[in-house]
């Protein structure tokens, strides 16, 4: 790929690295990985929609059956083996991060959080869980980091 020779040529260039980095966010809204001590974490990165109540409920399906794992909607109750053994913070600048304590996924199973009157989900395959890792925990915690990516590789471009 040869480099832009002219600013109407970096602009594009620029345009579609930072295009790219933006449509990934839309691919990772949900994500999940297992720690060492074999605590689950599902974080939701849906942003609140403007003059609501922010509500989450993140639940999980295997097969017909959807079970809530810990939600903050006043009535509904999550299901009782996960009622002391779950819990949820805030990310910044907005989502939500589900922690289950000593879980491990025993078959293929469908998470889903939902934000605010809108809902994603994402599909998990046995075996196919990652590991948390801290660089992964760092990024998920300061999504903005991932704006400031393609003007690193642009400085490494040029100084080759």
Known sequence: MNKPNSMYGWIVYLGVLISTVLCQDVENIITICQ?????????CLLEPKANYHTDFEFSMSKGNRETIINTNISGIMPDPKFRHNTFVEEIEPYGFRLTMMGFTITENTTFICKVTKTQKTLFVELGTIEP?????????????????????IVQLWEAF
């Open 35 to 43: 720690k060492e001590n074999n605590d689950l974490r599902v974080n």
């Open 132 to 152: 948390c890792s801290a660089i992964s925990v760092f990024l998920l915690g300061y999504p903005w980091i991932s704006l400031i990516a393609p003007l690193c």
